[in-house]
């Protein structure tokens, strides 16, 4: 019995990983996008940059998820994550046009900023996961 529970554990393990890559690569490419250094901030104890992209960190996990329950194979869930990660930096720019100095308004602490970045990602997230139907 137990050998049968286990029996979906090479499949998780791969999806587990491959999920855990697609974190890594999206934390590495949407910080290089960003005008300000987020994890510098972070070190220096700014909670504008924390919410900023733990906001935007769950806005890409969120239809990262959907794709591992829903894609056909590890491949497809990769190119999903690929377009999760393009409409995060997509979001980015489109919510600097209201507030040209977002990035700015972050590093020095601003939360209003932080907030309206961080939520706009996590709903263009929630809006990204719910339209990925197969």
């Known amino acids: ?3 049968q529970s286990l029996a979906g554990l090479p499949a998780f393990l791969v999806y587990f990983c491959t999920a ?3 974190v ?11 005008a300000h250094n987020e994890f510098d901030l972070i070190r220096a104890n ?3 940059a ?3 992209l733990g906001l935007s960190l769950l806005g890409f996990v969120l239809p990262l998820v959907s794709a591992i329950a829903h894609s056909a194979n590890v491949w497809d869930c990769m190119i999903w994550a690929a377009i999760a990660l ?3 930096i997509i979001v980015y720019f489109l919510v600097r046009v209201p507030v040209p100095n977002l990035s700015k308004r972050i590093a020095s602490g601003e939360l209003a900023a ?14 990204n996961a719910a339209s990925m139907i197969y």
């Not at 890594?24 to 960003?34: G, Q, S």
């Not at 309206?116 to 709903?123: K, M, Q, T, V």
């Open 1 to 3: 019995m137990v050998l």
């Open 20 to 22: 855990i890559v697609a």
């Open 24 to 34: 890594v690569a999206y934390l590495f490419v949407y910080t290089r996008v960003t």
């Open 46 to 48: 700014e909670p504008a």
């Open 50 to 52: 924390a919410i900023a």
């Open 86 to 88: 393009i409409v995060q």
């Open 114 to 127: 932080a907030i309206w970045l961080g939520l706009s990602s996590l709903a263009a997230g929630a809006l």
